[in-house]
């Protein structure tokens, strides 16, 4: 029989499967569901770990506070951003190397490489952070994101506190909005060069750095606005 044929008593098929599914009650089609789960997976972590989707979901469900809680809804935001931002991205390449770097996508295009560090708008009691929360200057009609590395440590050198990011590091800081617009697609964007330095070493990115909440000549929610942005001239720091 030729493909063509083949594949249009498929589709006839399907057509008729899916119209018998429109038929069915909810429990009925919770059973077919269920029988469809013993053969296919939602995530090849299943098979990597040995486990069904619905208990890595249920024991996450226990985490209901915390650092364990705050790096969870962390990874989140960065897988997030690879699924809502960088896979609809057209012409350009996700291009990030494996290790433990300082940015968390490395994205290029013709016109060359953009490194972005992604962090999630910050919290407090379930809620969103003001920036005057974080410190008493910063306006209370800003949020806040939390920019320093998640693990800690000294440079055996220098005798330095390692977790503060240095400019230069990365280029773009994404920041998921999840925490105030309940959407984990929402980002806001600035560059990494116009953030505030630390008052004692103007090398270094102060660890709290205020998020507009919307669209303003520091902050856009667009991703090629902010390389556009980035490739320029324009040297600033962002207002608080």
């Known amino acids: 029989m030729p493909e063509d044929q083949k594949r249009k008593i498929m589709d006839k098929q399907v057509e008729e499967i899916l119209k018998l599914l429109s038929l069915c009650t ?21 098979n990597k770990l040995n486990i069904t989707a619905e208990i890595i979901l249920e024991a996450i469900s226990k985490v209901e506070s915390g650092l364990t809680l705050r790096m969870m809804r962390g990874v989140i935001a960065e897988a997030a951003f690879e699924l809502e931002v960088v896979t609809k991205l ?24 953009v490194s972005v560090q992604v962090k999630l708008q910050r919290s407090k009691t379930l809620r969103p952070m003001q920036a005057n929360e974080a410190y008493r200057k910063f306006s209370s009609n800003l949020f806040v ?18 977790r503060p990011y240095r400019f230069g590091e990365f280029d773009i800081l994404a920041v998921s909005m999840q925490p105030s617009t309940n959407n984990w697609s929402d980002f806001m964007y600035t560059i990494s060069r116009w953030l505030i330095p630390q008052d004692d070493d103007k090398s270094k990115i102060l ?10 000549d520091e902050w856009t929610s667009d991703f090629k606005t902010c390389v ?13």
């Open 207 to 216: 660890k709290f750095q205020p998020v507009s909440p919307i669209v303003n």
């Open 145 to 162: 994101v939390e920019t320093q590395k998640t693990r800690g440590g000294t440079d055996a050198a220098t005798k330095e506190n390692t």
């Open 90 to 113: 057209s012409n350009w390449s996700n291009i990030t190397p494996e290790g433990d770097l300082s940015y968390d996508y490395l994205l290029s295009d013709e016109n060359g490489e």
């Open 228 to 240: 556009k942005w980035f490739r320029g001239d324009i040297n600033k720091t962002i207002s608080f």
């Open 26 to 46: 909810p429990d009925q089609r919770e059973i077919i569901y269920k029988e469809l789960r013993k053969e296919f997976k939602i995530h090849p972590l299943e």
